[in-house]
């Protein structure tokens, strides 16, 4: 079975520019979760999509968003990009909604100069 | 407030020597406990996990973890630790929903 699946594998935008990022989870999963990886904050949850509808929401603000399809695939967009917003982006996926170990992608390299 | 904590930020280990990391989490009840390791510029791969049951949980590529309730703790084990081990292990828990908590990592560096 193949693992999660997350492109494009690296990005370089200029601040002010808008990216979407795409994830597509094991065959069969549901739920998609999205968090960002930083040398200074860590692993931090973006938001988790379960059926398309986000069931989670972390503590980041609105220029964060995403989507998630009816074949579960799903895609995170983020606007107005700042410095602050370079980070490795990953994507997780899951059977369920809950109670169920997550798989990770090998993720998104954005860099935003 | 719900939060891991992985004290150790950097340890260093021969080769062949056991390894134990530590992980204490805060949560007002059982939390799902996983140890997660991220190889440099990959993503995280599950190495273990703890639900309920048996508190000593066994992993792959020979790690183990023992859930302790009286002290929080979830430490990660291998008795002996391989070149290849070499990385970063995330602790990291949900209270059963998919938003994970991770603490900052322990990097691991084999000495051979």
């Known amino acids: 079975k193949a693992g999660v699946t997350q492109t494009p594998r690296y990005l370089i935008k200029t601040r002010g520019q808008q990216v979407t990022l795409s994830c597509s989870p094991i065959?069969?999963?549901?739920?998609v979760s999205w968090y960002q990886q930083t040398p200074g904050q860590g692993l931090q949850f973006l938001f988790e999509?379960?059926?398309?509808?986000?069931?989670n929401k972390g503590n980041f603000p609105g220029r964060f968003s995403g989507r998630q399809f009816s074949n579960s695939r799903s895609e995170m967009n983020v606007s107005t990009l700042e410095l602050g917003d370079s980070a490795l982006y990953l994507c997780?996926?899951?059977?369920?909604?809950?109670?169920?170990?997550?798989?990770f992608g090998p993720g998104t390299r954005l860099t935003v100069l | 407030a719900q939060s891991v904590t992985q004290p150790d930020i950097h340890i260093t280990v021969s080769e062949g020597a056991s390894l134990e990391l530590r992980c204490n989490y805060s949560?007002?009840?059982?939390?799902?406990l996983f140890w997660y390791v991220q190889s440099p510029g990959q993503g995280l791969q599950l190495l273990l996990k703890?639900?309920?049951?048996?508190?000593l949980v066994q992993g792959i590529k020979g790690f183990e973890a023992e859930f302790k309730r009286s002290q929080s703790s979830f430490n990660l084990r291998k008795p002996s630790v391989h070149w290849s081990d070499a990385a970063e292990y995330f602790c990291?828990?949900?209270?059963?929903?998919?938003?994970?908590?991770f603490g900052t990592g322990t990097q691991l560096k084999v000495e051979l």
């Open positions: 997780a996926s899951s059977l369920g909604a809950g109670g169920n170990e997550q798989f």
């Open positions: 065959s069969g999963h549901r739920s």
């Open positions: 999509y379960f059926s398309e509808t986000q069931r």
């Open positions: 949560y007002g009840a059982t939390p799902y």
């Open positions: 703890y639900f309920s049951g048996d508190t």
């Open positions: 990291a828990f949900t209270g059963g929903g998919n938003k994970l908590t």
